[in-house]
């Protein structure tokens, strides 16, 4: 299989898995300049699919920095209301959302982090109902990636120039399965296995996790009424769609003052253009109550004070060390697939899916039933080899899930 050949089916793979377009849906991709080509032809196959209108949404990564560096202090605590305007439309006619990333990890770096932080509240505040359609499935929405010069530049330093690009391409390829036959059927298989260790764990009804590792000592407490899910969603009308492609996990939600202990990452964080390292998070009964960090000391801190929820966390995601992502040694500087390769939190907003009955409850009343909610929902991966992960049940025996990084079951 030649280069287009891969590039036509990672395509088909983006619509008609992904995001699985509908008839007379409309479809509103969010990219850059990098992605002209990849873009293309995901546009075409989402007519061909049925999709009655699609929209592109570019940016250029040189004028976003520019814009940063530039722009008044007052910008960055307004978010423009047309933008707000097309994502309530797509989520009134039961439209889809499509990411395509070509994410330079450096960006942004060296912007000052107070700037940084007035954007996250801003489009967090004005994108509220989005967020929630997003976070709740109730619009199709998927995310996938395409290298970019910069960002195969960081991932690959030590390659010439030239083979930069192409060996994040073939990375790319092989994490979402391009390339090994039929992608679509790999897909459905690869699913199946994810949902099947979903239901063992639904199965299991544990009410607490308990992990360690070196510089982790954690326990995570489970709302009673939780739900353990893979990277399979649905719309409210029944369509299944892949919210993140590749996706290695099976996630569910914390009881949000039921988190105590201390918690160190194993791989960056790339947050807003910058990257975060070297931290450790120490809760006490749910909150963030210290962050330390060797690298983005001040925008962790601006993260997690971003509103009341961002110092307390959203999702508990498991996945084990030998998986492929994993198993490459690529450090991709991209949170889709770095925390694919490791288990992983998040800090912030929660997923009202992953709890019986709360797809449709407002605000305050997930609140009321102990889950998290915020402007923030930021991705930190803190699995490795050494991580051993026990599961409580609710006559308080312990049970291996993970031992030295791997599912124990």
Not at 207 to 232: C, F, R
């Amino acid at each position: 299989m030649n280069f287009h050949e891969k590039l036509e089916q990672y395509a088909e793979l983006t619509v008609y898995v992904g995001l699985n377009v509908q008839k007379g849906q409309l479809v509103v991709i969010n990219t850059t300049i990098d992605t002209l080509e990849f873009t293309r032809i995901v546009v075409r196959k989402a007519y061909e699919a049925g999709a009655k209108r699609v929209q592109v949404n570019y940016e250029d990564p040189v004028l976003t920095r520019t814009h940063f560096e530039l722009a008044p202090d007052d910008t960055f605590k307004e978010y423009p209301e047309w933008s707000v305007l097309q994502r309530d439309e797509v989520v009134n006619t039961g439209g889809a959302f499509l990411w395509i990333d070509a994410e330079d990890p450096d960006l942004l770096t060296g912007i000052p982090a107070k700037r940084l932080a007035d954007w996250q509240k801003a489009s967090g505040t004005a994108l509220e109902r989005y967020r929630q359609a997003v976070g709740t499935d109730k619009v199709a929405w998927s995310i996938v990636a395409i290298p970019s010069s910069k960002w195969a530049q960081k991932v690959f330093p030590n390659l010439p120039a030239e083979q930069q690009m192409e060996s994040l391409w073939q990375a790319i390829f092989k994490t979402v399965r391009i390339g090994e036959g039929n992608a679509v059927e790999a897909w459905k298989n690869h699913i199946a296995l994810l949902e099947k260790r979903a239901m063992q764990l639904n199965d299991k009804r544990y009410v607490k996790l308990q992990y360690s590792a070196p510089g982790t000592n954690l326990t995570i407490e489970l709302p009673d009424k939780h739900i353990w899910m893979s990277g399979a969603s649905k719309t409210p009308q029944g369509n299944p769609f892949i919210a993140n492609m590749p996706t290695e996990e099976v996630y569910t939600v914390p009881l949000k003052h039921g988190v105590d202990g201390i918690v160190q990452n194993t791989k960056p964080l790339v947050y807003q253009g910058n990257v975060i390292d070297g931290f450790t998070l120490t809760f006490e009964k749910g909150k963030i109550v210290q962050a330390k960090a060797a690298t983005g000391q001040e925008l962790l801190d601006e993260m997690i004070s971003a509103d009341e929820g961002a110092a307390y966390l959203g999702e508990v995601a498991l996945v084990p060390f030998h998986s492929p992502i994993s198993d490459s040694n690529i450090l991709f500087y991209n949170t889709l697939f770095d925390e694919n390769a490791s288990n992983h939190l998040a800090i912030g907003d929660s997923y009202p899916t992953c709890y019986e009955g709360a797809r449709d409850l407002e605000r305050n009343q997930l609140a009321a039933i102990g889950l998290n909610t915020s402007i923030v929902h930021e991705d930190f991966m803190i699995g490795s080899e050494h991580m051993n992960i026990d599961g409580i049940t609710i006559d308080g025996s312990k049970e291996p899930i993970f031992r030295n990084g791997n599912w124990a079951f």
